[in-house]
T-cell receptor, first 113, second 112 residues
Framework: DTEVTQTPKHLVMGMTNKKSLKCEQH?????MYWYKQKAKKPPELMFV???????INESVPSRFSPECPNSSLLNLHLHALQPEDSALYLC????????????FGPGTRLLVL | GQQLNQSPQSMFIQEGEDVSMNCTSS?????WLWYKQDPGEGPVLLIA?????ELTSNGRLTAQFGITRKDSFLNISASIPSDVGIYFC????????????FGTGTRLKVLA
């Protein structure tokens, strides 16, 4: 089973709202990733967690706040987003992160009004 | 962020034709991954390559890890309408642990 699940599938939020995206995998992977993807563009890395510790933050604005409660779960907390943050947010995981295959979830389509 | 050069950007082909696309980098990579993405969905892994010169098949798909470690190729034989989508390569450099750099994508359209 190489499944990464994400909820919700779609999300519409106002600029003053607080919401969270969730990602889950049960493959025993110890590296988890958040990507942002705009239309017709490749995914852009936002954060990497390795063994539940934040390993990479690609200079993402603080209105995006990641959290890794345990090795199977990854959250992305959203607050005071801007319309330009509207995008497809993808979660991925890999076994350890070094020379490993990365598997993606189906994504959350976010619209910020 | 950094992106890999992927070509062609888009292509229209007739059903039954073979398709080739490639990715090139100025850096050496130690892993190449090829994904297909349908609109509004996450990328689905097609083929993973771990060694220079490696040639791997997955059904009608064949991918190769270039000997120079700076490029990779994906071939699709006898294309069918469901091959439509965007194909991305992704590479992991020796110095970039955890970081995969994505190609700019090849948009494939198959004419029945």
């Amino acid at each position: 089973d190489t499944e990464v699940t994400q909820t919700p599938k779609h999300l519409v939020m106002g600029m003053t709202n607080k919401k969270s995206l969730k990602c889950e995998q049960h493959m025993g992977h110890r590296a988890m990733y958040w990507y942002k993807q705009k239309a017709k563009k490749p995914p852009e890395l936002m954060f990497v967690y390795s063994y539940e510790k934040l390993s990479i933050n690609e200079s993402v604005p603080s209105r995006f706040s990641p959290e890794c409660p345990n090795s199977s779960l990854l959250n992305l907390h959203l607050h005071a987003l801007q319309p330009e943050d509207s995008a497809l947010y993808l979660c991925a995981s890999s076994r350890t992160g070094t020379t490993e295959t990365q598997y993606f979830g189906p994504g959350t389509r976010l619209l910020v009004l | 962020g950094q992106q890999l050069n992927q070509s062609p950007q888009s292509m229209f082909i007739q059903e039954g034709e073979d398709v080739s696309m490639n990715c090139t980098s100025s850096s050496i990579f130690n892993t190449w991954l090829w994904y297909k993405q349908d609109p509004g969905e996450g990328p689905v892994l097609l083929i993973a390559l771990y060694k220079a010169g490696e040639l791997t098949s997955n059904g009608r798909l064949t991918a190769q890890f270039g000997i120079t470690r700076k490029d990779s190729f994906l071939n699709i034989s006898a294309s069918i309408p469901s091959d439509v989508g965007i194909y991305f390569c992704a590479g992991q450099s020796i110095s970039g642990t955890y970081k995969y750099i994505f190609g700019t994508g090849t948009r494939l359209k198959v004419l029945a």
